[in-house]
């Protein structure tokens, strides 16, 4: 028994620090965009698929979530670029209650994305890109934020990781934001 305790203590010390570690998108600091502003920010659920083990949602709570969370992490820049964002959301999975340690599901979205210039009315992305979010690792997940969150918790926490994952791909490509690749390399390197 002392064995199993030891065990499990080490594993809370273990992920209390991991935790520590991992960025959190609100708490981030602002990154320079360049010439960005948010244009439409359109995301669209109706055809999303629930995965297995999945607690219930619909396209609305589904919209609603990441339309926010991407007003909040890109609605603030003010540039002259004119950058509209189309999200699909494919699927979605919103962990359920498992039993710690043996089954913790995690909470996962899927999404597909694509990026107009408002000027010339052309989408930036050739193809479109496919993401795969997850929530973010805290002290309160490591056992399954099933366990641990209610659906808006969890589907807040993924539509904020969305966001950030959504800006780092604008960021990767400097040349839709007319942001200096020297910039956005010594920003990176900042991080």
Known sequence: ?????????????MSAVTACAKIDPTSEPVREMGQFKLGHNVVVAENAQPGP???????????????????????????????????AVDGYVLALPGVPLVLSPKSVLALTVNVWDNETQEKLNAEPRRFAVFERGAAETVVG?????NKAAQLENLSRNAALK????????PEWIGLNVEDSSAEDAAQ
């Open 53 to 87: 083990l999945t607690r219930s949602t619909n396209a609305e709570e589904l919209e609603k979530a990441l339309t926010t969370a991407m007003d909040e992490r890109l609605g603030q820049y003010d540039g002259d670029r004119l950058i509209h964002i189309g999200i």
């Open 145 to 149: 934020s099933g366990l641990t969150q």
């Open 1 to 13: 028994m002392k064995i199993v305790q030891r065990f499990l203590t080490a594993v809370l010390m």
């Open 166 to 173: 959504i800006q780092n791909w604008i960021l990767e490509n």
